[in-house]
């Protein structure tokens, strides 16, 4: 039994009486080839079955055609129950798939995952690469585009040096609308289960909660959790500890807010009519939690999809603005 022979380009050539280099133009995307030849060789590629080297035509492009998503996090968080994993992946993989680009998933949570994906991309492996879910003043991002690595992330860095493009939601804006519907309802001493203030998220979305309080002289009751429902579950009770006669919660996350939830029942409280209670993310569990949640919504597949998008942008040199920031919506349901 013999193995049959790859495609070449020059078997291509042949058929369809062009030139190699021809050939070549027509399947790295040359648009200055005449549609009738280009016609002509894709015939034959279909014909004969030829399959580029990729390795050959990164060497005529310069380009992998693949974009790394970075997540700063172990793999026991990624595939945690946490559905902001899923949804950004999702979001950034549906739109480089419709641009026929291939998605590099990486994690980095350690220091020798910094070095690892720092190695891999400053090595060409990737056009470019987007980063989510960062924690305080990591290096990376700063370190990839001094290097001219096109760079974006998802939520603003804290730091980074040259500054690099983001893609975020309108964290405080969200909160605030969702700690004045607890004030309208009558909700009178409302604390709050923040999100981890190495994040971004977790530090914007605590100041649109303190400054909203603080505008209509009440008083603040926090505190921190790590965007797990574990965390939920300990920091509402640390709350019913520290102010048994609170009357709402604002919680950063929804999963923290499914933990906040069972907390409440654990220590009979009835939500909404002792405790009313507001999440943030709008996740399915939400809509399906004992109550169904209030909850503030980020459009997390929207995100991804707009990281994606100014990705490309930026792997093709046009310009694209420092930044951009998708609104936020509260969502009423039982819960508050």
Known sequence: MTTRERPTLEAVARRAGVSRATVSRVVNGSTTVAATIREAVNRAVDE??????????????QRTDSVALILPETANRVFSDDLFFPAIIRGVGMELEAADKQLVLMMTGS?????????????????????????GADPLPGALARRGIPV???GRPMTAEPPVPYVDVDHAGGVAAAVRHLIAGGRRRIATIAGPQDMVAGVE????YTATLRAAGLPELVVEGDFTRESGITGMRALLARDPELDAVFV??????????MALREAGRQVSGDVAVIGFDDFEISRYSDPPLTTVRQPIGEMGRTLARQMLL?????????SVVLPTELIVRDSA
């Open 152 to 154: 974006i992330c998802s």
């Open 205 to 208: 979305r605590l100041a649109g």
């Open 48 to 61: 004969l079955g030829y399959v580029p080297n990729q390795a050959a035509r990164s060497l005529v492009t």
């Open 252 to 261: 950063a996350s929804d999963l923290m807010a499914h933990g906040a939830l």
């Open 314 to 322: 930026l792997i093709n040199g046009d310009e694209i603005p420092e």
């Open 111 to 135: 220091e020798a995952g910094h070095h690892r994906v720092e190695r891999y991309a400053v090595a060409g492996h990737v056009d470019g690469v987007v980063f989510a879910s960062i924690h």
